[in-house]
């Protein structure tokens, strides 16, 4: 499985706009690019997923160049509520198993 | 779509003791993922089942974990002699089949004192 590398921490404002990369230069061909949100004393939340390009979902727009070997969660116009992990997984979809490997994630921090 | 349910959301336990934990999966939901977490780390794989069948087990799963899903429904995890590395987030997800995005439910707070 690729391993991802994040920042660990992140902070920003309300009303900003926020870009969360994620390394991931041995990304294999069959690999897709999945985010999850976690909030404290909760489970992690589906945000988006993507192959190559762009993805945009209500939520959040996902940018992969075309080597793949990164990413960048594009979060627009933050709110207090964004404050949570983000954390970016690489794995194979359409196989018979999906084991999702999570790193330790970026801690985002939005304030007023 | 009532979402994943885990049972309790708190334990605290005393060393040595055992504890279960239960999960009910979204109802159409045939994949059932069984992950770790402890404070500051992201979640870990410990298992997972396709319908009743368990398919696949981490090495972090020693001999003193065991899971079960009867009849392809809801899934317990046991953890036998428990011991204080034991303590940690134990969070439990479903998903519609391969390939499908997991569903996480909020997990239980397991403390072993």
């Known amino acids: 499985l690729a391993k991802t590398t994040q920042p660990i921490s992140m902070d920003s404002y309300e009303g900003q706009e926020v870009n969360i990369t994620c390394s991931h230069n041995?990304?294999?061909?069959?690999?897709?690019i999945t985010w999850y949100q976690q909030f404290p004393s909760q489970g992690p939340r589906f945000i988006i997923q993507g192959y190559k390009t762009k993805v945009t979902n209500e939520v959040a727009s996902l940018f992969i160049p075309a080597d793949r070997k990164s990413s960048t969660l594009s979060l627009p116009r933050v709110s207090l509520s964004d404050t949570a992990v983000y954390y970016c997984?690489?794995?194979?979809?359409?196989?018979?198993?999906?084991?999702?490997?999570f790193g330790t994630g970026t801690r985002l921090l939005v304030s007023p | 779509d009532t979402g994943v349910s885990q049972d309790p959301r708190h334990k605290i336990t005393k060393r040595g003791q055992n504890v279960t934990f239960r999960c009910d999966p979204i109802s159409e939901h045939n994949r059932l993922y069984w992950y770790r977490q402890t404070l500051g780390q992201g979640p870990e794989f410990l298992t997972y089942f396709q319908n009743e069948a368990q398919l696949e087990k981490s090495r972090l799963l020693s001999d003193r974990f065991s899971a079960e899903r009867p009849k392809g429904s809801f899934s317990t995890l046991e953890i036998q002699r428990t011991e204080q590395g034991d303590s940690a987030m134990y969070l439990c997800?479903?998903?519609?089949?391969?390939?499908?995005?997991?569903?996480f439910g909020s997990g239980t707070q397991l403390s072993v004192l």
């Open positions: 997800a479903s998903s519609l089949g391969a390939g499908e995005k997991l569903f």
């Open positions: 041995n990304i294999a061909t069959n690999d897709y």
């Open positions: 997984l690489v794995g194979e979809v359409n196989t018979g198993f999906q084991k999702l490997v």
